[in-house]
C-alpha cells in the first residue's frame, strides 16, 4: 500500500483545501494521473500519483489538509488480493516529536492543541491562552486567533436575520492576511512623482506590431525597474533583520493583476535579464493562466519589488502596501491628459500624463532614496527609447 501525501506547496499556508478528487475512489490510476487538485492562498496545485494503483480516498473533498498528512492510499495487486483493515481516519494534526501535536502545545490536561502558526498570532496580538481556551474547540487555529482579534458586533445595531454570511475565496482570505500583516509590521513612507509618458505610450504603439506583443506603460516600466536593480540594490533588497538586509543579484518584479478571479501577483523572475519582447510574452502568459485559472505557485513566488497598476481612467493616484519581506512597492496610474506648456501659436499641448508612486519601508530606505529611484524612472519613461535595447 503506498500513501498519497500532501506535499509542501509554499511556505505560507499552514493547510491547504482539498477541491477536488479528479480520481475516483476506487480508480485505477497510472504514474503522472492527476488524483486531487489542492488549493493554496494563491493557486490550486495539481496532486499526481507517484505510482500506479487502486485508488482508496481517505479524505473528503471539500476537506483541509495539511502539508506530509496522508489523504489516500494507492492499492498494489498484492494489497488487493490480503484483505486489510480500515484505514484509520487521517489525524487533523500531525504527531511532532515525542509525541507533541506538531506546531502546538497540549493544555495542561484539557487537551487543547495551538498549532504554531495559532500561537505567533496570538504572541503579535497580545492575547492570552484564556481567551482561546474559551472557544471550546480541541484545535486552535490561527483563524480562530484572528477571529478573537475582531471588533464584537454592535448590540444595539439593527439585526439582519434573513441576511446570509458570505464566505471569501481562499485566495481573498490570504489578501487579507496580507494586508494586515503589511499595516502591522511594515512602518511605510509614500512619495509620488508626475511623469509624462507622451513619447512611452508612442513607443508602445511602435513596438507592438514590431515585435508581435503588446508593449504598454507596465511592460516598460517593469523593463525600467530591473535596469535600476545594480544602481539601487537598497530598494530591492530582503529585510532579514533590525538593521540588516539581504542583497538581490537580479530584479524579479511583481505585478499586479486582477481579471475579475481575485488578486493575484505574479512575478516575473530576472526582469534584469530579460529584454522587452520577452517581458511582454511573459506578462501576457500570466494573463492568460489568471484568467483560465492556470497560475501556479512557482509563478507567483521570488519578488524582491512589487509594481501595482491601477489602469482605470478615473484612476489618478493610489497608494499601495509594501509586501512583508520586500522593501518598496511602485503604483502605476492611468495616464489623464494635461495641458501643457508648449513653443507655438497656440503655446500649449495636450500631452499624457501619470501618477508614479513609491511606498517604501522607513526602516530601511529614506525620502531622498526614493526621490532619486522616482527620478530615474521617470527620465526612462520620458525618453524611452534606450528601453528597447536588449540587455547588456
Known amino acids: 500500500m503506498n500513501a498519497v501525501v500532501v506535499p509542501k506547496i509554499n511556505s505560507n499556508d499552514a493547510r491547504y483545501l482539498l477541491v477536488e ?19 493554496t492562498s494563491k493557486t490550486v496545485e495539481e496532486l499526481a500519483a507517484e505510482c500506479g494503483g487502486v485508488l482508496r480516498h481517505r479524505v473528503a473533498a471539500g476537506a483541509e489538509c495539511l502539508p506530509g498528512q496522508t489523504i489516500a492510499d494507492l492499492a498494489t495487486p498484492a494489497d488487493l488480493a490480503t ?63 484572528a477571529a478573537l482579534a475582531q471588533p464584537a458586533p454592535d448590540p444595539t445595531a439593527p439585526s439582519e436575520p434573513d441576511a ?46 514590431a515585435l508581435r506583443t503588446l508593449i504598454g506603460l507596465p511592460e516598460l516600466l517593469v523593463k525600467a525597474v530591473a535596469g535600476l536593480a545594480g544602481r539601487f540594490e537598497l530598494l530591492f533588497a530582503r529585510p532579514v533583520g533590525p538593521g540588516r538586509v539581504r ?14 478571479k481575485g488578486l493575484f501577483v505574479p512575478v516575473v523572475h530576472d526582469a534584469t535579464g530579460r529584454t522587452l519582447r520577452e517581458i511582454s510574452r511573459t506578462l501576457m502568459a500570466y494573463r492568460v493562466a489568471a484568467l483560465r485559472g492556470g497560475l501556479r505557485e512557482e509563478d507567483l513566488s521570488g519578488g524582491n519589488v512589487t509594481l501595482t497598476l491601477h489602469n482605470e481612467s478615473t484612476v489618478t493616484l493610489a497608494v499601495p502596501i509594501v509586501f512583508p519581506g520586500q522593501l ?15 513653443e507655438g501659436p497656440a503655446g500649449f499641448a495636450v500631452r499624457h500624463t501619470v501618477h508614479l ?15 532619486v529611484f522616482l527620478d530615474a524612472l521617470r527620465a526612462a519613461l520620458e525618453a524611452p527609447a534606450g528601453l528597447a535595447a536588449d540587455p547588456t
Open 357 to 371: 508612486g513609491l511606498a517604501y519601508d522607513h526602516r530601511y530606505v529614506n525620502g531622498h532614496d526614493a526621490i
Open 164 to 209: 446570509e454570511e458570505i464566505v471569501l475565496p481562499v485566495s481573498q482570505r490570504r489578501v487579507a492576511d496580507v494586508v494586515a500583516r503589511a499595516h502591522r509590521e511594515v512602518p511605510a513612507a509614500y512619495t509620488v512623482v508626475k511623469v509624462d509618458v507622451e513619447e512611452a505610450l508612442r513607443l508602445g504603439r511602435e513596438l507592438t506590431p
Open 247 to 260: 542583497r538581490a543579484s537580479t530584479a524579479h518584479i511583481g505585478v499586479t493583476m486582477d481579471v475579475g
Open 83 to 145: 484483505p486489510a483493515d480500515p484505514a484509520p481516519p487521517a489525524d487533523p494534526v500531525a504527531p511532532a516529536a515525542g509525541g507533541a501535536p506538531a506546531g502546538g502545545a497540549d493544555g495542561p490536561g484539557d487537551g487543547v492543541v495551538i498549532t504554531a502558526p495559532a500561537r505567533r498570532l496570538m504572541d503579535e496580538l497580545g492575547i492570552g491562552e484564556d481567551a482561546v481556551r474559551a472557544l471550546g474547540r480541541k484545535v486552535i487555529r490561527r483563524d480562530d486567533v
Open 21 to 39: 478528487w479528479v480520481a475516483a475512489d476506487g480508480a485505477t490510476v497510472e504514474p503522472g494521473d492527476v488524483l486531487a487538485l489542492i488549493e
Open 328 to 342: 518598496c512597492a511602485l503604483a502605476l496610474a492611468a495616464p489623464q491628459q494635461e495641458l501643457v506648456p508648449a
